[in-house]
Antibody, heavy 120, light 108 residues
């Protein structure tokens, strides 16, 4: 079975960084892009960017450029999302989701979400 | 522009048909995708490439596209379909992805 399992909840102070991991299992890690999506409390879904696990190439939404870094470790089938210079309005649930590199079949499997709370 | 517009809410009685629209210039050039999200849960893909349905998604969920508007249709709505629904697409080069603002479906 295909799973994406994310790291646990985090509490951070303003100005700090957070690193969220997403461990994939049940499929070939390099066959799928990994996307990251943010959802603030009571708000909609916001696409942050994606990484191609084959070569590490990244695309970031303009809103997050300069603050977000997406990486991967293919040896353990894990993707990471680091968000720096955290602000209170970064308090949100962060999801990872896969989508096929070679097809446009969409984000068909999602992680369970990681809650990040930014508070002084 | 890279925006997708959805109505904030749609209400329907059980057994009726719900239609949720999503509009934006992106949609005339790129595929659309629809996600269902229930409270406290991760989103679930319910349609892809405008009108395809992933395995395990009930047949009552269908998608369609016309110009710059796409529509998610839920036929014979059930109480369990009450959720937030989001459309999603990408810019013309498939570089930047975007979600609509979401529509809350209420089953009366």
């Amino acid at each position: 079975q295909v799973h994406l399992v994310q790291s646990g909840a985090e509490v951070k102070k303003p100005g700090a960084s957070v690193n969220v991991s997403c461990k994939a299992s049940g499929y070939t890690f390099t066959d799928y892009h990994m996307h990251w999506v943010r959802q603030a409390p009571g708000q909609g879904l916001e696409w942050m960017g994606r990484i191609n696990p084959n070569n590490g190439a990244t695309i970031y939404a303009q809103k997050f450029q300069g603050r977000v870094t997406m990486t991967r470790d293919t040896s353990i089938s894990t993707a990471y999302m680091e968000l720096s210079r955290l602000r209170s309005d970064d308090t949100a649930v962060f999801y990872c989701a896969r989508d096929p590199v070679a097809a446009k079949d969409g984000m068909d499997v999602w992680g369970q979400g990681t809650t990040v709370t930014v508070s002084s | 522009s890279h925006e997708l517009t959805q109505p904030p809410s749609v209400s329907v009685s059980p057994g009726q048909t719900a239609r949720i629209t999503c509009s934006g210039d992106l949609l005339s050039k790129q595929y659309s995708y629809w996600f269902q999200q229930k409270p406290g849960q991760a989103p679930v893909l319910v349609t892809y490439k405008d009108s395809e349905r992933p395995s395990g998604i009930p047949e009552r969920f269908s998608g369609s596209s016309s110009g710059t508007t796409v529509t998610l249709t839920i036929s014979g709505v059930q109480a369990e379909d009450e959720a937030d629904y989001y459309c999603q697409s990408a810019d013309s080069s498939s570089t930047y992805w975007v979600f609509g603002g979401g529509t809350k479906l209420t089953v009366l």
